[in-house]
């Protein structure tokens, strides 16, 4: 029982570090991202992202690029902003 108290604690403790924040990753976008391209890539006809794992591959390949050195929930929550606003991969209305 002593060590399973501890183990739940830190199981919460994780689970609500890792939730997804997309207003975090508007602000993270309008900050890094529209300022190099605008938004005009994620509304044209011949997007290069054409899924939700495409998404995440080029958010992180956008942050690794300009050298961000972002954490993976700041990837995340850009990648959820943008899916949301732009993409709407698997969003239902």
């Excluded at 403790?13 to 890539?41: I, Q």
């Amino acid at each position: 029982m002593k060590t399973l108290i501890p183990a739940i604690m830190l199981t919460l403790a994780s689970t609500n570090s890792l939730a997804v924040d997309p207003a975090m990753g508007k602000e993270l976008t309008e900050k890094h991202c529209v300022r190099c391209h605008g938004s005009e890539v994620y509304t044209r006809e011949n997007r290069r992202v054409t899924s939700l794992p495409g998404l995440h591959k080029q958010v992180r390949f956008c942050e690794q690029n300009l050298g961000l050195t972002w954490f993976d929930d700041q990837v995340e929550n850009t990648a959820t902003y943008l899916n949301l606003e732009y993409y709407k991969f698997g969003v239902t209305p």
